[in-house]
Structures are given as structure tokens and as C-alpha cells.
């Protein structure tokens, strides 16, 4: 009698951990379709706005990422969807704002720079960046600016 009483209580207490932390993961968006009929910022203008109208998320629009996080913390809506680069270098200068960025990346848009027209140094920066690129220095650069191993 003593033994089932031991048994029904463990099983008891099983239960409960597994739907404490299962409820403590829910809270935690990892994936798009978990956004699918959420409120989400985005800023105005950016690539992440067509991104999530066709992913059917509820689209609040701002103006800056500070507006964007302003709006998270006022629970006003559920995530930031927005450039990636961005996300981390904001999570690495406030690292007690307790945000968690998701691993999962849709588009990868690269970046560019603007030169006047017949500049000199149009060469010599796209070699410059050619050569970052066949040597893959240029993520070994972003993840030291941010501070990533990975």
C-alpha cells in the first residue's frame, strides 16, 4: 500500500513537470507559423513587412527598432520580426532587456554600399569585399561585432 502511494505520487508530480515546462515553452516563439494570426512589429518599410502579411500575422508598423522594442515590452504585441544583424547587435548593447532571437532565418538579404557615379574606390572596395567573401572572413567579422561563436 505504501508503494502505491509512492508510485501515484511520483507519477503525479511527473505529470505536472512535464506540463509546467511544456506551458513555460509555449511563451517562447522559435518559428514563423507560430506567428500566424499574432500581432507582430515590423519597421515600416522594411522586407520583413511583405514577409509577414504573407504569413498571415496581424502587422504593427513602426518607425525604428526602439519604437519596435518599446511596443514588446508593452506587451502591445508578441515578437519583432526585422533584420537579423540588427536584432543581435540591439540584444548584445542591452543584454537586460531579456530578449530571446530565434535561430530560424528565412531570407538572407545581403548588404550593399552606395558610391557616387565613376568613384575611384568602387574597384578596390568590391575586390576588397570579394576577397573577405572567398576567404570567409565576412561571417568570422559579423560574429566577432556581435560577439557570436557561431
Do not use: C, W
Not at 511544456?22 to 507582430?40: C, F, H, W, Y
Not at 522594442?69 to 537579423?84: F, H, P, Q, S, T
Not at 550593399?112 to 567579422?141: C, D, K
Amino acid at each position: 500500500m505504501i508503494v502505491s502511494i509512492i508510485f501515484a505520487t511520483s507519477m503525479v508530480a511527473g505529470i505536472a513537470s512535464t506540463l509546467t515546462l511544456s506551458s513555460l515553452d509555449g511563451n517562447v516563439i522559435t518559428n514563423i507559423e507560430q506567428l500566424a494570426n499574432r500581432k507582430v512589429a515590423t519597421i515600416s518599410g522594411s522586407p520583413s513587412q511583405a514577409f509577414l502579411k504573407e504569413n498571415n500575422t496581424k502587422v504593427d508598423l513602426v518607425l525604428d527598432l526602439e519604437a519596435a522594442i518599446e511596443k514588446l515590452n508593452n506587451k502591445e504585441v508578441e515578437a519583432i520580426v526585422y533584420d537579423r544583424p540588427q536584432l543581435l547587435y540591439y540584444q548584445k548593447s542591452h543584454k537586460d532587456d531579456n530578449l530571446h532571437i530565434s535561430k530560424a532565418q528565412y531570407y538572407k538579404l545581403g548588404y550593399g554600399f552606395a558610391f557616387p557615379m565613376n568613384t575611384e574606390y568602387l574597384y578596390y572596395v568590391n575586390r576588397a569585399l570579394l576577397e573577405l567573401s572567398e576567404h570567409q572572413e565576412t561571417n568570422e567579422i559579423v560574429n566577432s561585432y556581435l560577439d557570436k561563436d557561431e
